[in-house]
T-cell receptor
Framework: EAGVTQSPTHLIKTRGQQATLRCSPI?????VYWYQQALGLGLQFLLW???????NRGNFPPRFSGRQFPNYSSELNVNALELEDSALYLC??????????????FGEGSWLTVV | DQQVKQNSPSLSVQEGRISILNCDYT??????FLWYKKYPAEGPTFLIS?????DKNEDGRFTVFLNKSAKHLSLHIVPSQPGDSAVYFC???????????FGTGTRLTIIP
């Protein structure tokens, strides 16, 4: 069974541009989470989508946005890129949302470099 | 404000010995705790978890201990193996929030 897949693996953008990252969850998983791992920092929660709706977002500015499609795949968009947006962006998925403790499964991440 | 803290950025342990990774949290609403392991260039993989109604959970070589009064949890790996060398993240959540809060990670190196 395929795991969480993310694309692209690496992306280089210049400051001010927009970046779009994509994620396909594990088959049957309805929740998708986005995390940012910047150098020296832990995994910072960005966004949580479930059944096509944004359910929660972390402490990130509005230029970080995304969406979830009917097939539960998801996009993360980062507008007006800044140098400090350079990070590993991890997508994760889980089955259901009813209880805490649903194990979430991570993809391998997309490296975004802003120059 | 870092609600989940892993104060040791790195740890080196001899192969065969016990590795103990520590994690502290400040939010008393957290009721579920997880450990993830991350190799370079890979996403984190789930290792073991514990609910706040328990104080210990064991899975093979991995045991997680939870001390709610101290707001502290630890991951014990015994015996440590070279393949255990990775970055370990602890994470916490509270019921219904569905948002995992991660620590900054501890890099474990197992010395052959």
């Amino acid at each position: 069974e395929a795991g969480v897949t993310q694309s692209p693996t690496h992306l280089i953008k210049t400051r001010g541009q927009q970046a779009t990252l994509r994620c396909s969850p594990i088959s049957g998983h309805t929740s998708v989470y986005w995390y940012q791992q910047a150098l020296g920092l832990g995994l910072q929660f960005l966004l949580w989508y479930d059944e096509g709706e944004e359910r929660n977002r972390g402490n990130f500015p509005p230029r970080f946005s995304g969406r979830q499609f009917p097939n539960y795949s998801s996009e993360l968009n980062v507008n007006a890129l800044e140098l400090e947006d350079s990070a590993l962006y991890l997508c994760a998925s889980s089955f259901g949302t009813a209880l805490s403790g649903n194990t979430i499964y991570f993809g391998e991440g997309s490296w975004l470099t802003v120059v | 404000d870092q609600q989940v803290k892993q104060n040791s950025p790195s740890l080196s342990v001899q192969e065969g010995r016990i590795s103990i990774l520590n994690c502290d949290y400040t939010n008393s609403m957290f009721d579920y705790f997880l450990w993830y392991k991350k190799y370079p260039a890979e996403g984190p993989t789930f290792l073991i978890s514990i609910s706040s109604i328990k104080d210990k959970n064991e899975d093979g070589r991995f045991t997680v201990f939870l001390n709610k009064s101290a707001k502290h949890l630890s991951l014990h790996i015994v015996p440590s193996q070279p393949g255990d060398s990775a970055v370990y993240f602890c994470a916490a959540s509270n019921f219904g929030n569905e948002k995992l809060t991660f620590g900054t990670g501890t890099r474990l190196t197992i010395i052959p």
